[in-house]
Protein backbone atom coordinates (compact mmCIF):
# COMPACT_ATOMS: atom_id res chain seq x y z
CA UNK A 1 0.00 0.00 0.00
CA UNK A 2 2.60 2.69 -1.27
CA UNK A 3 -0.18 4.64 -3.11
CA UNK A 4 0.41 7.97 -2.83
CA UNK A 5 -2.89 8.69 -1.75
CA UNK A 6 -2.91 7.67 2.09
CA UNK A 7 -6.92 7.32 1.59
CA UNK A 8 -7.43 5.22 -1.27
CA UNK A 9 -10.13 2.73 -0.74
CA UNK A 10 -9.70 -0.95 -1.81
CA UNK A 11 -10.70 -4.57 -1.02
CA UNK A 12 -8.37 -6.26 1.82
CA UNK A 13 -5.61 -7.91 1.56
CA UNK A 14 -3.88 -4.87 2.57
CA UNK A 15 -0.79 -6.02 4.22
CA UNK A 16 1.96 -7.62 1.35
CA UNK A 17 5.14 -9.16 1.60
CA UNK A 18 7.87 -9.17 -0.97
CA UNK A 19 8.14 -12.55 -0.74
CA UNK A 20 6.20 -14.82 -3.76
CA UNK A 21 6.74 -18.80 -4.32
CA UNK A 22 9.38 -18.54 -7.04
CA UNK A 23 11.42 -15.87 -4.74
CA UNK A 24 11.12 -18.56 -1.82
CA UNK A 25 12.05 -21.45 -4.23
CA UNK A 26 15.19 -20.19 -5.80
CA UNK A 27 16.27 -18.87 -2.46
CA UNK A 28 16.44 -22.54 -1.50
CA UNK A 29 17.96 -23.74 -4.45
CA UNK A 30 20.54 -21.29 -3.91
CA UNK A 31 20.62 -22.49 0.02
CA UNK A 32 21.88 -25.69 -1.48
CA UNK A 33 24.33 -24.26 -2.91
CA UNK A 34 26.80 -25.04 -0.07
CA UNK A 35 25.81 -28.42 0.22
CA UNK A 36 26.37 -29.13 -3.18
CA UNK A 37 29.39 -27.88 -2.77
CA UNK A 38 30.35 -29.93 -0.23
CA UNK A 39 28.93 -33.24 -1.42
CA UNK A 40 31.23 -32.49 -4.78
CA UNK A 41 34.41 -31.57 -2.64
CA UNK A 42 33.67 -35.31 -0.67
CA UNK A 43 32.68 -37.47 -4.08
CA UNK A 44 33.72 -35.37 -6.61
CA UNK A 45 32.50 -35.08 -10.26
CA UNK A 46 30.12 -38.05 -9.02
CA UNK A 47 28.29 -36.28 -6.83
CA UNK A 48 27.85 -33.10 -9.61
CA UNK A 49 26.58 -35.79 -12.31
CA UNK A 50 23.87 -37.40 -10.20
CA UNK A 51 22.27 -33.99 -9.09
CA UNK A 52 22.28 -32.52 -12.22
CA UNK A 53 20.53 -36.36 -13.62
CA UNK A 54 17.95 -36.14 -10.90
CA UNK A 55 17.59 -32.41 -11.60
CA UNK A 56 17.07 -32.90 -15.33
CA UNK A 57 14.59 -36.16 -15.03
CA UNK A 58 12.54 -33.56 -12.33
CA UNK A 59 12.82 -30.61 -14.72
CA UNK A 60 11.88 -32.20 -18.10
CA UNK A 61 8.71 -34.27 -16.46
CA UNK A 62 7.93 -30.71 -15.09
CA UNK A 63 8.23 -29.10 -18.61
CA UNK A 64 6.56 -32.00 -20.42
CA UNK A 65 3.50 -32.79 -17.85
CA UNK A 66 3.18 -29.53 -15.98
CA UNK A 67 1.00 -26.86 -17.16
CA UNK A 68 1.68 -23.25 -18.02
CA UNK A 69 4.90 -21.81 -16.97
CA UNK A 70 5.59 -24.04 -13.69
CA UNK A 71 9.03 -24.90 -14.74
CA UNK A 72 10.11 -21.33 -13.64
CA UNK A 73 9.22 -21.07 -10.06
CA UNK A 74 12.12 -23.36 -9.09
CA UNK A 75 10.44 -25.97 -7.03
CA UNK A 76 11.03 -29.09 -9.45
CA UNK A 77 14.78 -27.85 -9.04
CA UNK A 78 14.78 -28.52 -5.72
CA UNK A 79 12.76 -31.82 -5.97
CA UNK A 80 15.41 -33.07 -8.53
CA UNK A 81 18.56 -31.28 -6.41
CA UNK A 82 17.07 -33.08 -2.82
CA UNK A 83 16.49 -36.10 -4.67
CA UNK A 84 20.04 -36.06 -6.11
CA UNK A 85 21.34 -35.19 -2.65
CA UNK A 86 19.72 -38.52 -0.89
CA UNK A 87 21.45 -40.76 -3.80
CA UNK A 88 24.75 -42.67 -3.41
CA UNK A 89 27.47 -40.95 -5.49
CA UNK A 90 28.22 -44.19 -7.30
CA UNK A 91 24.33 -44.84 -8.47
CA UNK A 92 23.97 -44.63 -12.41
CA UNK A 93 23.03 -41.61 -13.63
CA UNK A 94 20.11 -42.99 -15.75
CA UNK A 95 18.61 -43.58 -12.30
CA UNK A 96 18.80 -40.76 -11.03
CA UNK A 97 16.99 -39.32 -14.01
CA UNK A 98 14.46 -41.74 -13.80
CA UNK A 99 13.65 -41.03 -9.65
CA UNK A 100 13.77 -37.34 -10.66
CA UNK A 101 10.83 -38.23 -13.66
CA UNK A 102 8.91 -40.56 -10.59
CA UNK A 103 9.25 -37.43 -8.12
CA UNK A 104 7.60 -35.14 -10.45
CA UNK A 105 5.35 -36.97 -11.92
CA UNK A 106 3.92 -39.09 -9.87
CA UNK A 107 5.16 -37.51 -6.61
CA UNK A 108 3.64 -33.81 -7.50
CA UNK A 109 1.91 -33.38 -10.64
CA UNK A 110 -0.94 -36.53 -10.58
CA UNK A 111 -2.15 -34.76 -7.53
CA UNK A 112 -2.30 -31.32 -9.71
CA UNK A 113 1.27 -29.86 -9.05
CA UNK A 114 2.79 -27.48 -6.39
CA UNK A 115 0.25 -27.65 -3.36
CA UNK A 116 -1.78 -30.15 -4.01
CA UNK A 117 0.53 -33.06 -3.31
CA UNK A 118 0.35 -35.35 -0.33
CA UNK A 119 4.08 -36.69 0.55
CA UNK A 120 7.28 -34.54 -0.57
CA UNK A 121 8.40 -35.46 -3.89
CA UNK A 122 11.75 -35.62 -3.50
CA UNK A 123 11.93 -38.64 -1.12
CA UNK A 124 8.55 -40.12 -2.91
CA UNK A 125 11.36 -40.64 -5.69
CA UNK A 126 13.82 -42.08 -4.00
CA UNK A 127 11.69 -44.43 -1.60
CA UNK A 128 10.70 -45.48 -5.58
CA UNK A 129 13.88 -45.87 -6.27
CA UNK A 130 14.80 -48.04 -3.38
CA UNK A 131 11.93 -50.56 -4.28
CA UNK A 132 13.12 -50.51 -7.62
CA UNK A 133 17.05 -50.65 -7.21
CA UNK A 134 17.51 -52.29 -3.90
CA UNK A 135 21.41 -52.92 -4.46
CA UNK A 136 22.35 -49.75 -6.88
CA UNK A 137 20.94 -47.97 -3.76
CA UNK A 138 22.51 -48.99 -0.91
CA UNK A 139 26.03 -49.57 -2.67
CA UNK A 140 28.16 -46.37 -0.77
CA UNK A 141 31.21 -45.34 -2.29
CA UNK A 142 33.64 -44.14 0.80
CA UNK A 143 34.50 -40.48 -0.19
CA UNK A 144 38.18 -39.69 -1.08
CA UNK A 145 40.02 -39.92 -3.97
CA UNK A 146 41.03 -37.34 -6.68
CA UNK A 147 38.10 -34.84 -7.62
CA UNK A 148 37.82 -36.43 -11.36
CA UNK A 149 37.59 -40.17 -10.53
CA UNK A 150 34.30 -41.98 -10.64
CA UNK A 151 32.73 -43.00 -7.39
CA UNK A 152 31.20 -46.17 -9.38
CA UNK A 153 29.92 -47.01 -13.03
CA UNK A 154 27.82 -43.52 -12.94
CA UNK A 155 27.73 -43.45 -16.65
CA UNK A 156 25.96 -47.41 -16.79
CA UNK A 157 24.14 -47.45 -20.56
CA UNK A 158 20.33 -46.34 -19.64
CA UNK A 159 18.38 -49.55 -18.46
CA UNK A 160 21.55 -51.85 -17.52
CA UNK A 161 22.82 -52.35 -14.37
CA UNK A 162 26.13 -50.94 -12.92
CA UNK A 163 28.91 -52.71 -14.22
CA UNK A 164 31.90 -54.14 -11.54
CA UNK A 165 33.75 -51.06 -10.70
CA UNK A 166 37.35 -50.35 -8.46
CA UNK A 167 35.81 -47.62 -6.51
CA UNK A 168 36.14 -48.32 -2.71
CA UNK A 169 32.43 -49.39 -1.40
CA UNK A 170 31.63 -49.73 2.62
CA UNK A 171 29.00 -49.60 4.63
CA UNK A 172 27.56 -46.04 5.78
CA UNK A 173 28.18 -45.36 9.83
CA UNK A 174 24.21 -46.05 10.37
CA UNK A 175 24.60 -49.99 8.48
CA UNK A 176 28.10 -50.37 10.55
CA UNK A 177 26.31 -49.78 13.97
CA UNK A 178 23.22 -51.88 12.82
CA UNK A 179 25.03 -55.09 11.52
CA UNK A 180 28.32 -54.79 13.01
CA UNK A 181 27.58 -52.78 15.94
CA UNK A 182 30.96 -50.53 15.24
CA UNK A 183 30.72 -46.91 16.20
CA UNK A 184 32.00 -43.69 13.87
CA UNK A 185 33.48 -40.94 15.81
CA UNK A 186 31.16 -37.67 15.88
CA UNK A 187 33.67 -34.99 14.58
CA UNK A 188 34.03 -37.38 11.23
CA UNK A 189 29.98 -37.53 11.44
CA UNK A 190 29.97 -33.67 11.94
CA UNK A 191 32.08 -32.42 9.55
CA UNK A 192 31.12 -34.99 7.00
CA UNK A 193 34.05 -38.14 6.37
CA UNK A 194 32.31 -40.64 6.15
CA UNK A 195 30.07 -43.08 3.49
CA UNK A 196 26.73 -42.24 2.63
CA UNK A 197 24.67 -40.40 -0.07
CA UNK A 198 25.32 -37.13 -1.48
CA UNK A 199 23.86 -34.88 1.32
CA UNK A 200 23.62 -36.88 4.24
CA UNK A 201 27.78 -36.53 4.56
CA UNK A 202 28.62 -33.19 6.26
CA UNK A 203 25.90 -31.83 9.27
CA UNK A 204 27.59 -28.57 9.85
CA UNK A 205 27.01 -27.41 5.77
CA UNK A 206 23.56 -28.35 6.31
CA UNK A 207 22.89 -26.88 9.31
CA UNK A 208 24.53 -23.35 8.29
CA UNK A 209 22.29 -23.36 5.40
CA UNK A 210 19.27 -24.24 7.29
CA UNK A 211 19.59 -21.29 9.78
CA UNK A 212 19.92 -19.06 7.07
CA UNK A 213 16.55 -19.96 6.06
CA UNK A 214 15.02 -20.09 9.27
CA UNK A 215 16.17 -16.21 9.61
CA UNK A 216 14.56 -16.05 6.28
CA UNK A 217 11.71 -17.62 7.89
CA UNK A 218 11.55 -19.49 4.72
CA UNK A 219 11.55 -22.99 6.77
CA UNK A 220 9.43 -23.45 10.15
CA UNK A 221 12.44 -23.78 12.84
CA UNK A 222 9.92 -25.49 15.06
CA UNK A 223 10.13 -28.75 12.61
CA UNK A 224 14.16 -29.38 12.23
CA UNK A 225 14.22 -28.25 16.17
CA UNK A 226 11.29 -30.74 17.51
CA UNK A 227 12.34 -33.51 14.93
CA UNK A 228 16.46 -33.04 16.58
CA UNK A 229 14.72 -33.13 19.90
CA UNK A 230 12.70 -35.82 20.15
CA UNK A 231 15.81 -38.21 18.37
CA UNK A 232 18.17 -37.08 20.90
CA UNK A 233 15.59 -37.66 24.12
CA UNK A 234 14.59 -41.05 22.83
CA UNK A 235 17.93 -42.25 21.90
CA UNK A 236 19.42 -40.46 25.25
CA UNK A 237 16.76 -42.48 27.09
CA UNK A 238 17.67 -45.98 25.75
CA UNK A 239 21.31 -44.83 25.80
CA UNK A 240 20.80 -44.73 29.72
CA UNK A 241 18.47 -48.01 29.26
CA UNK A 242 21.55 -50.09 27.93
CA UNK A 243 24.97 -48.31 26.74
CA UNK A 244 26.54 -51.40 24.40
CA UNK A 245 23.41 -51.87 22.75
CA UNK A 246 21.92 -48.27 22.03
CA UNK A 247 24.13 -45.51 19.86
CA UNK A 248 24.98 -42.54 21.84
CA UNK A 249 22.36 -39.52 21.35
CA UNK A 250 25.13 -37.72 19.32
CA UNK A 251 25.37 -40.61 17.01
CA UNK A 252 21.96 -40.75 16.01
CA UNK A 253 21.81 -37.05 15.38
CA UNK A 254 24.47 -36.75 12.79
CA UNK A 255 24.44 -39.74 11.58
CA UNK A 256 22.80 -40.49 8.11
CA UNK A 257 20.40 -38.50 6.49
CA UNK A 258 18.82 -36.96 9.75
CA UNK A 259 19.73 -33.73 9.64
CA UNK A 260 19.35 -33.08 5.45
CA UNK A 261 15.85 -34.50 6.18
CA UNK A 262 14.40 -32.65 8.94
CA UNK A 263 16.12 -29.10 7.71
CA UNK A 264 15.10 -29.30 3.75
CA UNK A 265 12.48 -32.32 3.69
CA UNK A 266 10.47 -32.58 7.02
CA UNK A 267 10.28 -28.64 7.15
CA UNK A 268 8.81 -28.36 2.74
CA UNK A 269 5.92 -25.93 3.08
CA UNK A 270 3.27 -27.95 0.96
CA UNK A 271 3.58 -31.49 3.09
CA UNK A 272 3.98 -29.86 6.91
CA UNK A 273 1.08 -28.95 9.05
CA UNK A 274 0.67 -25.08 8.79
CA UNK A 275 -0.04 -24.45 12.90
CA UNK A 276 2.75 -24.24 15.10
CA UNK A 277 1.23 -26.71 17.59
CA UNK A 278 0.92 -29.61 14.43
CA UNK A 279 4.68 -28.44 13.54
CA UNK A 280 5.72 -29.74 16.98
CA UNK A 281 3.76 -33.02 17.09
CA UNK A 282 4.84 -33.75 13.32
CA UNK A 283 8.31 -33.19 13.87
CA UNK A 284 8.41 -34.93 17.20
CA UNK A 285 6.92 -37.74 15.41
CA UNK A 286 9.60 -37.71 12.80
CA UNK A 287 12.21 -37.83 15.36
CA UNK A 288 10.05 -41.06 16.89
CA UNK A 289 9.80 -42.80 14.11
CA UNK A 290 12.69 -42.47 13.26
CA UNK A 291 14.56 -44.32 15.97
CA UNK A 292 12.31 -46.55 16.16
CA UNK A 293 12.92 -47.92 12.55
CA UNK A 294 16.70 -47.34 12.90
CA UNK A 295 16.73 -49.33 16.16
CA UNK A 296 14.19 -52.05 15.86
CA UNK A 297 13.43 -52.18 12.21
CA UNK A 298 15.03 -54.21 9.11
CA UNK A 299 16.43 -51.16 7.81
CA UNK A 300 19.35 -49.54 8.63
CA UNK A 301 18.04 -45.70 8.10
CA UNK A 302 14.80 -44.29 8.86
CA UNK A 303 14.46 -40.75 8.35
CA UNK A 304 12.94 -41.03 4.69
CA UNK A 305 10.08 -43.60 5.70
CA UNK A 306 9.52 -41.67 8.99
CA UNK A 307 8.96 -37.95 7.01
CA UNK A 308 6.52 -40.03 4.30
CA UNK A 309 4.29 -41.70 7.41
CA UNK A 310 3.97 -38.19 8.77
CA UNK A 311 3.40 -36.79 5.92
CA UNK A 312 0.53 -38.71 5.35
CA UNK A 313 -0.66 -37.90 8.89
CA UNK A 314 -0.49 -33.90 8.11
CA UNK A 315 -4.12 -33.64 7.61
CA UNK A 316 -5.15 -35.35 10.47
CA UNK A 317 -2.49 -33.43 12.17
CA UNK A 318 -4.04 -29.91 10.85
CA UNK A 319 -7.21 -30.72 11.75
CA UNK A 320 -6.79 -31.25 15.10
CA UNK A 321 -4.55 -28.63 15.82
CA UNK A 322 -6.84 -25.66 14.50
CA UNK A 323 -6.82 -22.73 16.48
CA UNK A 324 -10.34 -21.78 18.38
CA UNK A 325 -11.46 -18.68 16.72
CA UNK A 326 -11.70 -15.61 18.21
CA UNK A 327 -15.13 -15.10 19.85
CA UNK A 328 -16.33 -19.18 19.25
CA UNK A 329 -16.32 -22.19 21.40
CA UNK A 330 -17.61 -23.33 24.40
CA UNK A 331 -19.09 -21.54 27.11
CA UNK A 332 -17.43 -21.43 29.92
CA UNK A 333 -20.05 -20.52 32.23
CA UNK A 334 -20.55 -16.92 33.97
CA UNK A 335 -18.32 -16.25 36.48
CA UNK B 1 -25.09 -40.27 -15.98
CA UNK B 2 -23.95 -39.47 -18.94
CA UNK B 3 -23.11 -42.33 -20.97
CA UNK B 4 -26.49 -42.39 -21.98
CA UNK B 5 -25.98 -39.68 -24.51
CA UNK B 6 -22.21 -41.04 -25.27
CA UNK B 7 -23.64 -44.89 -25.84
CA UNK B 8 -27.09 -45.73 -26.39
CA UNK B 9 -26.83 -49.58 -26.42
CA UNK B 10 -26.44 -49.12 -22.50
CA UNK B 11 -30.11 -48.36 -22.16
CA UNK B 12 -31.16 -51.97 -22.82
CA UNK B 13 -29.40 -53.37 -20.01
CA UNK B 14 -28.57 -52.54 -16.57
CA UNK B 15 -31.48 -50.40 -14.69
CA UNK B 16 -35.08 -51.19 -16.02
CA UNK B 17 -36.32 -48.78 -18.31
CA UNK B 18 -39.53 -47.87 -19.13
CA UNK B 19 -41.22 -49.99 -21.55
CA UNK B 20 -40.77 -48.53 -24.92
CA UNK B 21 -39.70 -49.51 -28.62
CA UNK B 22 -36.07 -50.56 -28.28
CA UNK B 23 -34.22 -50.97 -31.62
CA UNK B 24 -32.73 -54.25 -31.57
CA UNK B 25 -28.87 -54.42 -30.46
CA UNK B 26 -26.83 -55.65 -33.03
CA UNK B 27 -24.63 -58.86 -31.84
CA UNK B 28 -21.11 -56.89 -32.54
CA UNK B 29 -22.08 -54.25 -30.35
CA UNK B 30 -22.81 -56.74 -27.56
CA UNK B 31 -19.61 -58.31 -27.83
CA UNK B 32 -17.24 -55.42 -28.71
CA UNK B 33 -19.33 -53.78 -25.68
CA UNK B 34 -17.06 -55.02 -23.42
CA UNK B 35 -13.77 -55.27 -24.59
CA UNK B 36 -13.17 -51.44 -24.69
CA UNK B 37 -16.30 -49.08 -23.95
CA UNK B 38 -17.29 -50.73 -21.25
CA UNK B 39 -13.93 -52.28 -20.45
CA UNK B 40 -14.85 -53.91 -17.04
CA UNK B 41 -11.03 -53.28 -15.51
CA UNK B 42 -10.57 -49.69 -17.47
CA UNK B 43 -13.65 -48.59 -17.37
CA UNK B 44 -15.71 -49.93 -14.87
CA UNK B 45 -13.03 -50.64 -12.72
CA UNK B 46 -14.66 -53.86 -11.60
CA UNK B 47 -12.33 -57.09 -10.87
CA UNK B 48 -9.48 -55.19 -9.38
CA UNK B 49 -7.96 -57.91 -7.03
CA UNK B 50 -6.98 -60.45 -10.01
CA UNK B 51 -5.53 -57.56 -11.82
CA UNK B 52 -3.43 -55.97 -9.24
CA UNK B 53 -2.36 -59.23 -7.77
CA UNK B 54 -1.19 -62.07 -10.56
CA UNK B 55 -0.28 -59.47 -13.42
CA UNK B 56 3.68 -59.50 -12.51
CA UNK B 57 4.09 -61.46 -15.39
CA UNK B 58 2.39 -62.70 -18.89
CA UNK B 59 1.77 -66.02 -18.62
CA UNK B 60 0.54 -65.48 -15.21
CA UNK B 61 -1.59 -62.91 -17.04
CA UNK B 62 -2.84 -65.06 -19.75
CA UNK B 63 -3.41 -67.76 -17.35
CA UNK B 64 -6.14 -66.08 -15.01
CA UNK B 65 -7.44 -63.91 -18.14
CA UNK B 66 -8.41 -67.52 -19.70
CA UNK B 67 -9.66 -69.06 -16.53
CA UNK B 68 -11.66 -65.96 -16.15
CA UNK B 69 -13.10 -65.65 -19.83
CA UNK B 70 -14.30 -69.67 -19.12
CA UNK B 71 -15.92 -69.09 -15.84
CA UNK B 72 -17.62 -65.86 -17.23
CA UNK B 73 -18.89 -67.61 -20.31
CA UNK B 74 -20.01 -70.68 -18.96
CA UNK B 75 -22.04 -68.94 -16.24
CA UNK B 76 -23.98 -66.50 -18.03
CA UNK B 77 -25.02 -68.80 -20.35
CA UNK B 78 -26.15 -70.59 -17.96
CA UNK B 79 -28.03 -68.35 -15.67
CA UNK B 80 -28.92 -66.40 -18.67
CA UNK B 81 -30.40 -70.05 -19.40
CA UNK B 82 -32.08 -70.42 -15.92
CA UNK B 83 -33.16 -66.76 -15.23
CA UNK B 84 -37.30 -67.71 -15.87
CA UNK B 85 -37.10 -70.16 -12.94
CA UNK B 86 -35.21 -68.34 -10.16
CA UNK B 87 -36.68 -66.29 -8.00
CA UNK B 88 -35.41 -63.19 -6.96
CA UNK B 89 -34.91 -63.68 -3.28
CA UNK B 90 -32.88 -66.43 -4.04
CA UNK B 91 -30.90 -65.57 -7.28
CA UNK B 92 -27.78 -64.15 -5.87
CA UNK B 93 -27.12 -67.70 -4.31
CA UNK B 94 -27.88 -69.08 -7.26
CA UNK B 95 -25.13 -67.03 -9.13
CA UNK B 96 -22.62 -68.16 -6.68
CA UNK B 97 -23.42 -71.34 -6.55
CA UNK B 98 -23.04 -71.76 -10.15
CA UNK B 99 -19.74 -69.06 -9.93
CA UNK B 100 -18.32 -71.85 -8.24
CA UNK B 101 -19.31 -74.33 -10.10
CA UNK B 102 -17.44 -73.12 -13.34
CA UNK B 103 -14.44 -72.05 -10.66
CA UNK B 104 -14.14 -75.22 -9.52
CA UNK B 105 -13.79 -77.12 -13.07
CA UNK B 106 -11.41 -74.22 -13.91
CA UNK B 107 -9.13 -74.74 -10.84
CA UNK B 108 -9.06 -78.74 -11.37
CA UNK B 109 -8.00 -78.12 -15.32
CA UNK B 110 -5.03 -75.42 -14.26
CA UNK B 111 -3.92 -77.71 -12.33
CA UNK B 112 -3.81 -80.52 -13.92
CA UNK B 113 -2.40 -78.96 -17.47
CA UNK B 114 -0.10 -76.14 -16.15
CA UNK B 115 0.97 -77.03 -12.70
CA UNK B 116 3.17 -74.56 -12.57
CA UNK B 117 1.21 -71.70 -13.67
CA UNK B 118 -1.28 -73.09 -11.15
CA UNK B 119 0.54 -72.81 -8.12
CA UNK B 120 1.91 -69.62 -8.95
CA UNK B 121 -1.43 -68.13 -9.09
CA UNK B 122 -2.02 -69.41 -5.88
CA UNK B 123 -5.05 -68.51 -3.81
CA UNK B 124 -6.29 -66.04 -6.88
CA UNK B 125 -7.78 -68.92 -8.73
CA UNK B 126 -10.32 -70.42 -6.09
CA UNK B 127 -11.18 -66.39 -5.40
CA UNK B 128 -12.38 -65.78 -9.25
CA UNK B 129 -15.65 -66.81 -7.16
CA UNK B 130 -16.07 -63.45 -5.98
CA UNK B 131 -15.04 -61.65 -8.56
CA UNK B 132 -16.93 -58.75 -9.52
CA UNK B 133 -17.37 -58.83 -13.27
CA UNK B 134 -18.35 -62.41 -13.17
CA UNK B 135 -21.22 -61.47 -10.53
CA UNK B 136 -21.70 -58.01 -12.26
CA UNK B 137 -22.65 -59.82 -15.71
CA UNK B 138 -24.70 -62.51 -14.51
CA UNK B 139 -26.92 -59.59 -12.19
CA UNK B 140 -26.59 -56.93 -14.57
CA UNK B 141 -26.73 -58.43 -17.87
CA UNK B 142 -27.48 -62.27 -18.36
CA UNK B 143 -30.63 -62.54 -15.91
CA UNK B 144 -32.00 -60.17 -18.06
CA UNK B 145 -31.07 -61.22 -21.38
CA UNK B 146 -31.33 -64.22 -23.81
CA UNK B 147 -28.65 -66.45 -23.92
CA UNK B 148 -26.86 -65.99 -27.54
CA UNK B 149 -26.92 -62.11 -26.39
CA UNK B 150 -25.38 -63.44 -22.67
CA UNK B 151 -22.70 -65.31 -24.47
CA UNK B 152 -21.75 -62.77 -26.74
CA UNK B 153 -21.51 -60.27 -23.92
CA UNK B 154 -19.57 -62.35 -21.56
CA UNK B 155 -17.18 -63.38 -24.84
CA UNK B 156 -17.03 -59.53 -24.92
CA UNK B 157 -16.27 -58.89 -21.19
CA UNK B 158 -13.77 -61.81 -20.81
CA UNK B 159 -11.85 -60.55 -23.61
CA UNK B 160 -11.45 -56.95 -22.40
CA UNK B 161 -10.49 -58.66 -18.86
CA UNK B 162 -7.67 -60.31 -20.69
CA UNK B 163 -6.44 -57.80 -22.84
CA UNK B 164 -6.35 -55.65 -19.45
CA UNK B 165 -4.20 -58.32 -18.04
CA UNK B 166 -1.96 -58.92 -20.74
CA UNK B 167 -1.29 -55.21 -20.99
CA UNK B 168 -0.31 -54.73 -17.33
CA UNK B 169 1.57 -57.91 -17.66
CA UNK B 170 3.45 -56.80 -20.37
CA UNK B 171 4.04 -53.74 -18.45
CA UNK B 172 5.51 -55.20 -14.94
CA UNK B 173 7.52 -58.02 -16.71
CA UNK B 174 9.18 -56.13 -19.20
CA UNK B 175 10.29 -53.47 -16.54
CA UNK B 176 10.43 -55.65 -13.72
CA UNK B 177 12.28 -58.40 -15.33
CA UNK B 178 13.39 -57.50 -18.17
CA UNK B 179 11.69 -60.74 -19.90
CA UNK B 180 8.69 -61.35 -22.13
CA UNK B 181 7.04 -64.83 -21.50
CA UNK B 182 10.39 -65.87 -20.01
CA UNK B 183 12.72 -65.11 -22.93
CA UNK B 184 14.99 -62.17 -22.37
CA UNK B 185 14.51 -59.15 -24.13
CA UNK B 186 17.98 -56.71 -22.96
CA UNK B 187 20.89 -59.22 -22.24
CA UNK B 188 22.25 -60.49 -19.06
CA UNK B 189 23.06 -57.19 -18.12
CA UNK B 190 19.44 -55.51 -17.74
CA UNK B 191 18.84 -53.81 -14.29
CA UNK B 192 15.48 -55.23 -13.48
CA UNK B 193 12.98 -52.43 -12.04
CA UNK B 194 12.29 -55.11 -8.88
CA UNK B 195 9.41 -52.84 -7.47
CA UNK B 196 7.17 -53.46 -11.00
CA UNK B 197 6.61 -57.47 -9.58
CA UNK B 198 5.86 -56.35 -6.20
CA UNK B 199 2.90 -55.18 -5.47
CA UNK B 200 3.30 -51.72 -5.54
CA UNK B 201 3.94 -52.24 -9.10
CA UNK B 202 0.41 -53.55 -10.00
CA UNK B 203 -1.23 -50.17 -8.29
CA UNK B 204 1.61 -47.63 -10.32
CA UNK B 205 0.88 -49.73 -13.53
CA UNK B 206 -3.35 -49.84 -12.51
CA UNK B 207 -2.90 -46.22 -11.78
CA UNK B 208 -0.68 -45.44 -14.96
CA UNK B 209 -3.02 -47.23 -17.41
CA UNK B 210 -6.09 -45.67 -15.90
CA UNK B 211 -4.84 -42.09 -16.40
CA UNK B 212 -4.23 -42.97 -19.79
CA UNK B 213 -7.58 -44.34 -20.69
CA UNK B 214 -9.16 -41.19 -18.73
CA UNK B 215 -6.91 -38.92 -20.66
CA UNK B 216 -8.26 -40.69 -24.06
CA UNK B 217 -11.85 -40.95 -23.13
CA UNK B 218 -11.84 -37.05 -22.01
CA UNK B 219 -9.84 -36.12 -24.71
CA UNK B 220 -12.64 -38.06 -27.68
CA UNK B 221 -15.67 -36.61 -25.76
CA UNK B 222 -14.27 -33.32 -26.14
CA UNK B 223 -15.38 -32.46 -22.66
CA UNK B 224 -14.93 -33.16 -18.79
CA UNK B 225 -16.87 -36.76 -18.65
CA UNK B 226 -16.56 -38.98 -15.02
CA UNK B 227 -13.79 -41.19 -16.15
CA UNK B 228 -14.42 -44.03 -13.32
CA UNK B 229 -18.62 -43.98 -13.44
CA UNK B 230 -19.37 -47.67 -13.87
CA UNK B 231 -21.33 -47.90 -17.10
CA UNK B 232 -23.21 -50.53 -15.51
CA UNK B 233 -26.13 -50.27 -12.89
CA UNK B 234 -25.70 -53.41 -11.31
CA UNK B 235 -28.61 -53.71 -9.26
CA UNK B 236 -30.51 -50.11 -9.66
CA UNK B 237 -34.36 -50.71 -9.34
CA UNK B 238 -34.44 -54.08 -8.18
CA UNK B 239 -33.12 -54.26 -4.58
CA UNK B 240 -35.59 -52.64 -2.57
Redesign the interface.
Known amino acids: MSSSNPLVVTASPHLSTPDSTPRIMWTVVASLGPVLAAASYFFGVSALLVVAAATLGALVTEFWFGKGRTLLDGSAMITGILLGLTLPAGL?IW?AFVGGAFAIG?GKL?FGGLGQNVFNPALLGRA?LQ????V?LTTWPKPGGTWWELRGDNL?LP?????ATDAITGATPLGLMKFEHAGTPVSDLFFGTTGGSLGETSALVILLCGTYLALKNYLNWRIPVSVFAAVAILAEMLHLLDAPRFPAPAFMLFSGGLVLGATYMATDMVTSPVTNLGSWIFGAGIGVLVVVIRIWGGLAEGVMYGILLMNAMVPFINRVTQPRVFGTGRVTGVR | MTHGAVEPASMTHGAPVAPRARRPVAPREDLLRGVWKENPVLVQVLGMCPTLAVTNSVANSIAMGLATLFVLVGSCVLVSGIRRWVPDQVRIATFVLIIATFVTVADMTLEAVAPAIHKSLGAFVPLIVVNCIILARAEAFASRQSVGRSALDALGMGFGFILTLLLMGTIREILGSGTLLGRSLFGPSYEPWVIMVLPPGGFLTLGALLLVVGWWRQRKAGRAVPVNEPACAPTVGKVA
Request: charge should be neutral; hydrophobic fraction near 75%.
Open positions: PMFIFAAFPAALMSAG
